[in-house]
C-alpha cells in the first residue's frame, strides 16, 4: 500500500516562509525511479500544479505563479520532497497536495485525482495572512 504524508503546513503572514515535506512509502516506489512533486487547491478553485522533481533531482518544473518563490528538492534518501516556500502571498493560500508517480516528470503537471498510477497525500493546509 503506497502512502503519502505531508507535514508543515500552517499559518504565515505575507512575505514569510514556510517548508512542507512528504514522505512516501510503500512497494511500488521501493525499487523504482519516480518523481515527486505538489499541488495545491484553493477553495473554490480547481487543483493546480505547482511543482516537480524528477528521481535524481536533476529536472525540475514549477507554476509559473510559483517561480523565483518556491523551491522544490528531494531528501538524500529520496523518499521524501520538500516544498520551500518563500515571499508568501495571500494567494497562496490553499490545501497543498504531495503527490508521486513511477517515471518521468513530463505529465506530471496535468494529473488529477483521478490520473493512473499517480498517488496522492491528504493534503495539508497553508494560510497566508495579509
Known amino acids: 500500500q503506497v502512502q503519502l504524508v505531508e507535514s508543515g503546513g500552517g499559518l504565515v503572514q505575507a512575505g514569510g516562509s514556510l517548508t512542507l515535506s512528504c514522505a512516501v512509502s510503500?512497494?511500488?516506489?521501493?525499487?523504482?525511479?519516480?518523481?515527486m512533486g505538489w499541488f495545491r487547491q484553493a477553495p473554490g478553485k480547481e487543483r493546480e500544479f505547482v511543482a516537480v522533481i524528477s528521481w535524481g533531482g536533476s529536472t525540475t518544473h514549477y507554476a509559473e505563479s510559483v517561480k523565483g518563490r518556491f523551491a522544490i528538492s528531494r531528501g538524500h534518501a529520496k523518499n521524501t520532497v520538500y516544498l520551500q516556500m518563500n515571499s508568501l502571498k495571500p494567494e497562496d493560500t490553499a490545501v497543498y497536495y504531495c503527490?508521486?508517480?513511477?517515471?518521468?516528470?513530463?505529465?506530471?503537471?496535468?494529473?488529477?485525482?483521478?490520473?493512473?498510477?499517480?498517488?496522492w497525500g491528504q493534503g495539508t493546509q497553508v494560510t497566508v495572512s495579509s
Open positions: 510503500g512497494r511500488t516506489f521501493s525499487d523504482s525511479d519516480y518523481a
Open positions: 503527490a508521486a508517480t513511477v517515471g518521468l516528470t513530463t505529465n506530471f503537471p496535468l494529473a488529477t485525482m483521478t490520473t493512473p498510477n499517480y498517488y
